[in-house]
């Protein structure tokens, strides 16, 4: 069976359309129990986003995109990197930080801001990498804990270096230098709003990440440790550094995720920036099956629910917190039906090679004097 078979792709499509409509039967069973008004509340999430909806969704797609795939990278080797908040906490609280000096020009001090908050993330993913390798604690203890430690943390500095707005009580890092601004780029017509300039990062990650983990060494030996450690140290892996380096490297992007957000639309770092996307990236990374196009559907359809929720208050009267039923709902569901799709897949093809061997078998001429 080829890779790109039929078949095949019948069947990857196959988990996502089922927990999408098994999402749908208990979200509707929901609201049905408590009486809300269902098919206004779905009219209203399926409407047609207007142009400014449609910039919004494809700019919270964008930072969604980041953050799942930080968190794809550890999953291809079965490392639950469930500390990406923290991660990205830190490391948008260096890059804004570092950014509000304006030691350098322009282009200059993004790229040099980029670098520090990947550095940041890759530095404090560092910590589970170390007590996984050298101390033997599970990752998803440390990094759950490390996210409180990191937002614990990043308050207390923010405080320290905090820049107060006048007639406001939000406090936040010194603003980037208007030459750092990235005002956006106009891809929908008739929308008031831009898209992230940064949008080009995400593009380029998705690319990176998809090449790496196909088409190199390091991409191999991580996809083979995931699959069977035992294994992958019988070929030569030496699982302790490859912990180490996916860690480093999922909190280093993990450490990309604030930048659209500050570079488009923030220019500081404070208490009113965006928090939670490093646990939206987990759900989104287990609804893509770690794939980068399979992520970024994910993520377009995790922030189209999240947009069209707004309405949901105003045209259903019903509280906009719903989806996050639906989202939990597509989460639980998705798991299920990935394990269901995979027992369908591995049953075909036990088939498939149960019919092979009796058809090689009644090709091949009996050997003459050999007992029947």
Request: no cysteine.
């Amino acid at each position: 069976m080829t890779r790109l078979s039929p078949r095949r792709l019948l069947l990857g499509v196959a988990a996502p359309a089922l927990a999408l409509v098994v999402a749908f039967v208990v979200t509707s069973a929901i609201l049905l129990a408590l009486g809300d008004p269902v098919g206004e509340v779905w009219s209203t999430i399926l409407s047609s986003p207007r142009p400014r909806q449609f910039v919004q969704i494809i700019n919270a797609a964008t930072v969604y995109y980041l953050s799942a795939v930080a968190v794809a990278v550890g999953f291809r080797m079965n490392l639950f990197n469930i500390g990406v908040d923290g991660q990205y906490r830190v490391a948008a609280f260096a890059g804004a930080l570092f950014a509000g000096q304006a030691w350098f020009p322009g282009p200059v001090n993004i790229l040099l801001t980029i670098v520090v908050a990947m550095a940041a993330g890759g530095l404090w993913a560092s910590i589970a990498a170390y007590l996984k390798v050298k101390r033997g604690i599970s990752e998803v203890i440390s990094t759950i804990m490390l996210n409180a430690i990191a937002t614990g943390v990043v308050q207390w500095l923010l405080l320290k270096v905090a820049v107060k707005q006048q007639g406001s009580n939000t406090i936040s890092t010194e603003p980037i230098p208007a030459s750092n601004e990235l005002e956006g780029l106009g891809l929908i017509p008739g929308a008031t709003n831009k898209v992230y300039t940064l949008i080009v990062l995400a593009i380029i990650v998705g690319l990176a990440y998809w090449f790496v983990i196909n088409k190199t060494r390091f991409g191999y030996d991580l996809r083979a440790t995931g699959r069977s450690e035992s294994a992958a140290v019988a070929s030569g892996v030496k699982v302790p550094r490859m912990v180490v380096t996916t860690m480093v490297t999922s909190g280093a992007l993990a450490g990309l995720i604030g930048m659209p957000l500050l570079f488009g639309q923030d220019h500081s770092y404070g208490t009113t920036f965006q928090s939670g996307l490093g646990f939206a990236g987990i759900g989104i990374a287990l609804l893509g099956r770690n794939h980068p196009i399979g992520i970024g559907v994910a993520a377009l359809l995790w922030s189209f629910l999240d947009v069209q929720s707004n309405a949901l208050q105003i045209r259903a009267g019903v509280a906009s917190e719903v989806v996050f039923i639906i989202q939990g709902v597509i989460l639980f569901a998705v798991v299920i039906a990935y394990e269901l799709i995979r027992r369908v897949e591995v049953r075909l093809e036990q088939q498939r090679v149960a019919r092979e061997l009796a058809a090689s078998r009644s090709d091949t001429p009996a050997v003459e004097g050999a007992p029947a």
